[in-house]
């Protein structure tokens, strides 16, 4: 029999370790939750990574992205309110038993720099991932031992309400952010960001040093080159490039953020950064654009013209793609380059809407939230979307939890009073009459 002292650690032990895990899978399933449309690019570097490319293409990287979100974040409420606890445990247990070779295999290989296990809330290295899965790997062994000795928030009877709650919760959260943007930006371009500084370099940084390396062949033998040390016998037959970090260095967050005019070809970068307010119609590709918004885009490029304010639509398509977008839309605003990875970074939609004044992001739209007409009444400097949204980061952060805890909470204070009540209604046995004596 297990002594009392040991059960009691035990006990502890089990319920501090379920707590960790809760709050690990809350915040990584809310963060998928939150940006589905990044845990897509990200899934998608998975599949070219594993040679899969032709996934790419289809519904399979949202279908993961959406299943990531729910299974996390559900997995995370069951053991916060220690309901389903045998399942939790078992669905945790073969969760990590997954993703830790997972992670081990992204720090040998590096064929991904970040595994994007908490997208752009926080950053980790592999190695620092796998290390870290190994904590929780430790953790759910004992919590799927020991699963009896998790301490229960809710009754019984209301683990059904509870569990069923957080999966249709973080299921709308997840539709709602893929249709209208991340509730929370953690990348560089968000709002109330200010790009110019972003892309400024503070004095007295050391600047990061990278080497290109240049693979040529010989005899059917590859050899690396430096810029040094360049060949120069001309039976040398040049393979490919790759630059490389040397020494590492400050780097601004926003390194890659230049606009090249299709017009002339000229860089307009400081144009559109200098200007009071400009429009970014943001498409990384238009060849698979959502076009169902195209009229009023059209109406807001026509509001631009009308108060004098500037408007790009700005993508990494070819010009066969932009002919083909102007046909097919009537698009007339003019078209700019850029990179297209700076581009999902910057918006979360394609088509999207950013709103810049002064070179400072003070709105974003994505496609199912243009501004209309009802909006643009205006000048700029007169409307609320002219100028930047007061709405905080510790706002959101307590509307959140007072949508997900404040009808959880509710519930249990109902089951806490129904309880109460059924124990108060319980018949109270009539005390035993005395036998009467027979005259």
Not at 78 to 83: E, Q, S, T, W
Not at 170 to 198: E, M, Q, S
Not at 262 to 267: E, I, K, T
Request: aromatic share 16%; charged share 20%.
């Amino acid at each position: 029999m297990e002594n009392k002292y040991i059960h009691k650690i035990a006990v502890t032990g089990v319920n501090i370790c379920r707590f960790l895990l809760a709050f690990v899978f809350l915040f990584s399933g809310f963060i998928k939750a939150n940006d589905p449309m990044g845990t897509v690019y990200k899934i998608q570097d998975y599949f070219e990574a594993w040679g899969g490319e032709v996934w790419n293409s289809g519904f399979i990287p949202y279908l993961v992205a959406w299943a990531l979100a729910i299974v996390e974040f559900t997995l995370g409420s069951y053991l916060l309110f220690g309901i389903r606890r045998r399942l939790a445990s078992i669905l945790c247990l073969l969760f990590m038993l997954v993703m830790t070779p997972l992670t081990l295999w992204l720090a040998v290989a590096n064929p991904i720099s970040d595994c994007g296990c908490f997208g752009d809330a926080i950053h980790l290295s592999n190695w620092n991932t796998f290390w870290k899965n190994i904590v929780l790997l430790i953790a759910t062994i004992f919590v799927f031992i020991r699963n009896r000795d998790i301490v229960k928030l809710v009754s019984d009877k209301m683990d059904w309400l509870v569990a069923m709650y957080s999966t249709v919760f973080i299921f709308l959260f997840t539709y709602f952010t893929l249709n209208h943007l991340p509730v929370f930006d953690f990348r560089p371009y968000h709002i109330g960001a200010d790009i110019k500084a972003g892309m400024e370099i503070p004095e007295g940084e050391e600047l990061p040093e990278y080497e290109t390396i240049f693979t040529y062949q010989k005899d059917g033998v590859n050899k690396d080159f430096t810029i040094d040390n360049f060949p120069t016998d001309s039976t040398w037959h040049f393979v490919e490039s790759q630059t490389v970090l040397k020494k590492a260095g400050y780097e601004p967050p926003i390194k890659d953020f230049v606009i090249i005019s299709n017009d002339d070809g000229f860089d307009i970068t400081e144009d559109v950064l200098n200007d009071e307010y400009v429009f970014l119609l943001i498409s990384p590709w238009l060849e698979n654009a959502d076009d169902s918004s195209m009229d009023l885009i059209n109406e807001i490029y026509d509001y631009s013209l009308d108060y004098g304010y500037k408007f790009y639509c700005l993508t990494a398509s070819s010009d066969e793609a932009i002919s083909r977008w102007q046909d097919y839309t009537g698009a007339e605003y003019p078209f700019a380059t850029m990179d297209e990875i700076t581009l999902k970074t910057i918006i979360r939609s394609n088509p999207g809407l950013v709103l810049l004044k002064n070179g400072t992001v003070i709105r974003k739209w994505s496609n199912f939230s243009m501004p209309d007409e009802y909006q643009l009444t205006d000048s700029l400097d007169k409307l609320p979307i002219g100028n930047l949204d007061d709405n905080t980061l510790w706002t959101k952060i307590m509307e959140m939890l007072i949508w997900f805890f404040g009808p959880l909470a509710l519930f249990i204070i109902i089951d806490i009073i129904w309880l109460n009540v059924r124990r108060k209604k319980k018949v109270i046995p009539a005390p035993e009459k005395k036998n009467e004596k027979k005259i």
